[in-house]
């Protein structure tokens, strides 16, 4: 069946990452539907120097995260900031455009779905696991 199979390629082409924030989520209008998008730094990757055989330093890597509509809403209203850790499951985005002087660019976009934060609660254990409108 064409429709079990495109089910099952969907769940299974979710991708997860964690990392920090690097610019504190705003909400936006795009007239069609609202929307928040920030940035996460993530893994560090290790530059390694050939001449002295060793790591040098890491560098991060960036991903522009986006979230639709009434996860949007909801996102915005955690007061997220820069540095706080996040995690965020969603899918890929490949996005190519022409840049100033004509060149062609590609972007990747992780489209979130879910979120988990560090708990909210009292006692600062756990962690709040945003799905759509609902708190798991």
């Known amino acids: 069946n064409g429709f079990y199979m495109e089910v099952l390629m969907a769940d299974f082409c979710e991708l997860s990452i964690g990392g920090r ?4 989520p705003v909400i936006k209008d795009s007239g069609t539907s609202s929307y928040v998008s920030f940035s996460v730094a993530s893994n560090n990757v290790p530059v390694f120097d ?11 890597t960036y991903l522009d995260i986006v979230f639709y509509d009434s996860q949007a809403e909801r996102l915005a209203k955690e007061n997220l900031d820069k540095g706080m850790g996040i995690v965020i499951i969603g899918d890929l985005q490949m996005r ?4 100033d002087e004509g060149s062609g660019k590609t ?3 992780l489209r979130g779905r879910k979120w988990f ?3 909210s609660s009292a006692s600062g254990k756990g962690v ?8 798991i």
């Not at 924030?21 to 504190?24: A, E, H, S, T």
């Not at 050939?50 to 790591?55: A, L, V």
């Open 50 to 60: 050939k001449e002295t055989k060793s790591i040098t330093e890491y560098k991060p």
């Open 107 to 109: 972007r990747y976009i």
């Open 96 to 99: 190519t455009y022409e840049d």
């Open 21 to 24: 924030i690097v610019k504190r």
């Open 117 to 119: 934060l560090p708990s």
């Open 128 to 135: 709040s696991v945003i799905d759509g409108d609902e708190i």
